[in-house]
């Protein structure tokens, strides 16, 4: 059984930063192109990074600069490093691992930025 399971959400100033990881199990891990995606509330999901296999990586225009996605193999583990947060980053973070046609979604952590 697969299981993706976010941690390291909370509550964190603007200008703030916040690491969130993402510990994955029952699949090969390696094999996966690891996505994070948030969805804000009233809003639609969107994805924020990935990083392929390969450790290419890609990122929303709005996170630029700001947020790093990594991975390691060794702990099947993905990280979204995120810093200056600003409000409009506040929402439910969840990490989604991606072999098409299979796509698995964990249970999601939620990031709140405010003063």
């Known amino acids: 059984q697969v299981q993706l399971v976010e941690s390291g959400g909370g509550l964190v100033h603007p200008g703030g930063s916040l690491r969130l990881s993402c510990a994955a199990s029952g699949l090969i891990f390696s094999k996966y192109t690891m996505e994070w995606n948030r969805q804000a509330p009233g809003k639609q999901r969107e994805i924020v990074a990935t990083?392929?296999?390969?450790?290419?990586?890609n990122y929303a225009d709005s996170v630029k600069g700001r947020f790093t996605i990594s991975r390691d193999n060794a702990k099947n583990t993905t990280y979204l490093q995120m810093t200056s947060l600003n409000p409009e980053d506040t929402a439910v973070y969840y990490c989604?691992?991606?072999?098409?046609?299979?796509?698995?979604w964990g249970q999601g952590t939620q990031v709140t930025v405010s003063s």
């Open positions: 990083i392929s296999s390969a450790g290419s990586t």
């Open positions: 989604n691992a991606v072999r098409r046609p299979l796509n698995f």
